[in-house]
């Protein structure tokens, strides 16, 4: 059972928005920052989003992510087919002094 | 461009000790302000993190795994390594190596390197 939680599935059509949540506490989320990545089938994970809500150079505007309290979430907006993927979710843990990810979030595009 | 490459064995014995090295092109182990870290993942299951090395040399190491774990730089072969004891076939994953510059933004990966635990 992963520190950082997320729901095992979602979905969406294209060109719609979903957004994927992870829940956390006090000692994660609550007061260290949020990282999201993308991993496709058979390859590393990349990293979408650093700092709650930073863009690195390359991922497009259509990935977003915030956080609030001991909860944060990414949305994506205009749904791509190539957007299928599993997404987790990173945060530092401070009562653990360690990192801890979510279970990860598979995305299907219908 | 950092390029990150995971090396080993990719077939470990069950009671002994697992050894990865991920080796550092682009860029200096020892220069800027890095974690150096590992992570791993069962197959079809999420990711683990595993524990890092700062470029000082200070270490943190996931608690569940710490007793078990150690993890070293070599800043001459701009290298750092991974050693796993007493494996079991539960340690069987894939192993990736990261840099990180702050709270878990592994901004450079490894391919990751399948390692099975198996007599």
């Known amino acids: 059972q992963s520190v950082l939680t997320q729901p095992p599935s979602a979905s969406g059509t294209p060109g719609q928005r979903v957004t994927i949540s992870c829940s956390g506490s006090s000692s994660n989320i609550g007061s260290n920052t949020v990282n999201w990545y993308q991993q496709l089938p058979g390859t590393a994970p990349k990293l979408l989003i650093y700092?709650?809500?930073q863009r690195p150079s390359g991922v497009p505007d259509r990935f977003s992510g915030s956080k609030s309290g001991t909860s944060a979430s990414l949305a994506i907006s205009g749904l791509q087919s190539e957007d299928e993927a599993d997404y987790y979710c990173a945060a530092w843990d401070d009562s653990l002094n360690g990192g801890v990810f979510g279970g990860g979030t598979k995305l299907t595009v219908l | 461009q950092v390029q990150l490459q995971e090396s080993g064995p990719g077939l470990v014995k069950p009671s002994q000790t697992l050894s990865l090295t991920c080796t550092v092109s682009?860029?200096?182990?020892?220069?800027?302000?890095?974690?150096w870290s590992w992570i791993r993942q069962p197959a079809g299951k999420g990711l683990e993190w595993i524990g890092r090395i700062y470029t000082s040399g200070s270490t943190n190491y996931n608690p569940s795994l710490k007793s078990r774990v150690t993890i070293s730089v070599d800043t001459s072969k701009n290298q750092f390594s991974l050693k796993l004891s007493s494996v079991t076939a539960a340690d069987t994953a894939v192993y990736y190596c990261?840099?990180?510059?702050?709270?878990?933004?592994?901004?450079?990966w490894g391919q990751g390197t399948l390692v099975t635990v198996s007599s």
């Open positions: 700092r709650n809500n």
């Open positions: 682009g860029g200096s182990i020892s220069s800027g302000s890095y974690y």
């Open positions: 990261a840099r990180e510059e702050w709270e878990l933004d592994f901004d450079y």
